[in-house]
């Protein structure tokens, strides 16, 4: 059976990650996810787009139990809830997915504080709620905060000097995230086949595991990821098509259809993203190029600095979404999307992706040693 210092680590079957992903959520892939045997993931996000996507925070809630109209702390202490409980029978191991850039950083300390709380008042919680994977920021700030709890921390980083500031703040696992990945990437992209080999070179030891994200999505990239030297691979694009994904049906159906060469990077709320290439998309990337050109030049920006309409269009396009109106959609995916054809059920996905990687890691020296 395929396995790795990840599956010790968080105490997983396999070496795979159900990437965080907003602003749908993944109440429910998370469910599916940590009951298939990978580390599943709670994505918050949505908690935080209560004032400018009501209809979406609405969802967001509904999918995790919640009622919208409960206050912050009693959504989340809902969602945790209930991934708990729709997980017992198989003792599925969970996390969440808090982004700590400068825009989220209010809602990121009110999550993380009532992680810590929940897990704290059960130990059941406190046993299979896991994983706390920061993301899209600086993770030294929150040392102080996670290294007090007997939390797994992960972080999630787009290059070898922010791999090593991982290390300085106690992160115990790198998640390298490259250029081919889905949504948020970073301004100064590096791809995995370069990033992850780096990213291992510089920190990963024995106390250091590393995890490869951005276009693994099957058998092959993961066989890829641990001949790399990593110690597991976080997929997306991969997961957003699944029967349990949360995903708006439009999305799903968007990764199954794109075909070769069918993302493109534009702007997104927190720098540069990649989107499902369509005439929308191809759009906000014209507008970009005009209002936020750091996104393609390698240099950062704000919202001090840039013409906002930028902003309200991808909000405008992601509300379309909810909406089911394709023309005006915009969709977050990976460069994976290309290689990615089916829909499946999210258990028989990890087994085939599971067996194919075994398969070939096994043929491994009989092809290629003399
Ligand atoms: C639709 C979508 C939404 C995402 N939202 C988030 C998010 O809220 N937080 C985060 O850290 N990463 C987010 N990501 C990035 C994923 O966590 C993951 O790192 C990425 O999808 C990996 O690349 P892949 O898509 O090639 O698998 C998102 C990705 C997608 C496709």
Partial sequence: MIKSRLCDLVGIKYPIIQAGMGPFGTNKLCIASSNAGVLGLISSSGIASMGFQPEIYEYFCRTGGADPQADHETILRTIFQ???DQTREKQGIFG????????????????????????????????????LVTSAGDPLPWADTV????????????????AQRCKKAGVDVVVASGHEGGFHTS????????????????????????????????????????????????MGTRFLATAE???????????????????LVARGFVGPARWLKTPRSEEHARNTLQKSPGVFLGY?????????????????????????????????????????????????????????AEAILKNVPAKHIA
């Fill in 82 to 84: 209930q991934t708990l």
């Fill in 96 to 131: 969440i997915n808090v982004m700590v850039s400068a825009e989220m950083m209010e809602v990121a300390e009110l999550i993380v504080k009532t992680m810590i709380r929940a897990r704290e008042e059960d130990p059941e919680m406190r046993k299979r709620f896991k994983v």
């Fill in 147 to 162: 290294k007090k709890t007997d939390l797994v921390w992960m972080h999630v980083i787009p290059s070898v000097k922010a």
């Fill in 187 to 234: 301004w100064e992209p590096v791809h995995s086949m370069i990033l992850l080999p780096a990213v291992v070179d510089a920190v990963s030891d024995e106390k250091t595991l590393v995890v490869g994200a951005g276009g693994f999505c099957d058998g092959k990239t993961l066989a890829a990821a641990l001949i790399l030297g990593a110690d597991g691979a976080q």
């Fill in 245 to 263: 994904s949360d995903f708006h049906q439009l999305w799903k159906e968007g990764v199954v259809a794109a075909g070769d060469r069918g993302t």
């Fill in 300 to 356: 950062p920006d704000d919202y001090a600095t840039i013409d906002m309409s930028l902003i309200e269009f991808e909000i405008e396009s992601i509300n379309a979404v909810y909406r089911g109106e394709k023309d005006k959609a915009l969709l977050a995916a990976g460069e994976s999307a290309q290689r990615i054809n089916d829909m499946p059920k999210v258990n028989e996905m990890v087994q085939d992706i599971v067996n194919a």
